[in-house]
């Protein structure tokens, strides 16, 4: 989901146009591709010049799977506010699955085309290809991007795979249906904020639609949420305040902690889902320096 409306009477786009140059201003961005088992992946990579403080950041955009890219500011902008704080950042370009009904339910059968475990697969390849050297690798990822990073870390654990020192996942759909909304969520969305609301049946239909059949929705490694975590490093989540997804994010924070992560779970207040790709608001503003504190605060570097 996107958020097109002018604020302070500034389009969207020009506003985030204004917003990006500054934040990609002094970096040095590299754009490369990475080999995978589905063919070429490309990759972006943010540098600040004058600063280095030993982590590297791995990040996923957003898109339900199936829209996005390397230019929207949920991977731009995001990837190049964290490197101004000498974290370097590579962007991943996963290859996405076809786009989906919001209103009908995909036909039954597996669906054609590329699905699940196809951009699965691309993260996987990226992070144990060479060429991602760092004391410390962290992996992260924004709303389906957070759902392929916390994916991707427990089959490396699975696999018997060096694993990312740490997880960063902002708005993430983590489980193949959404899970109960509570009171308190459900007194944030109501109103006008219902309006925009991710809901049930719309996350059964989007999740559907990247696993490519009833059953593979139910593999751990497409929806990790509900599934056995042990294993899985120790990681930030980040929720919107406004958004029915937090009942995912919040579900995973409390499935994690009962495996044995060392979780923080914090909730952007005022924002709803996909702040991260909205640069220069506050929401935005806010959310990164959740991101860099606690990149930060894992550096050897710092």
Known sequence: MSDTTPIDGTPMSRRTDRAVADLVHGLVITHDVRAGRHGEI?????RASAADLGVTLVWLHGG???????????SHAVAAAVAQSGITVVAVDYRRVPPWSWSRDAPPGRLPGIRYPIPLDDVIDVLTAAGIEAPV???????AGACLAAAASLRLVAEGCPVPSDLVLAYGTFHAQLPPINAELRSRIRGRHGLVQFRPTTVRRMNHNYAGSAEAMLDPYAFPGGH??????????LDADRDSLRASGESFATELAAAGTAVEHRVVAGSTHG????????????????IVTRLSSVAPHA
């Open 228 to 237: 056995d975590l042990h294993g899985v490093p120790r990681a930030l989540l």
């Open 275 to 290: 702040f991260l790709n909205r640069p220069g608001s506050k929401e935005f503003d806010s959310g990164i320096r959740a």
């Open 42 to 46: 490309p990759t972006r990579t943010y």
């Open 64 to 74: 339900a799977f199936s829209h996005g890219g390397l230019d929207q500011p949920e």
């Open 137 to 143: 690798v962290v992996l992260g990822g924004a709303s």
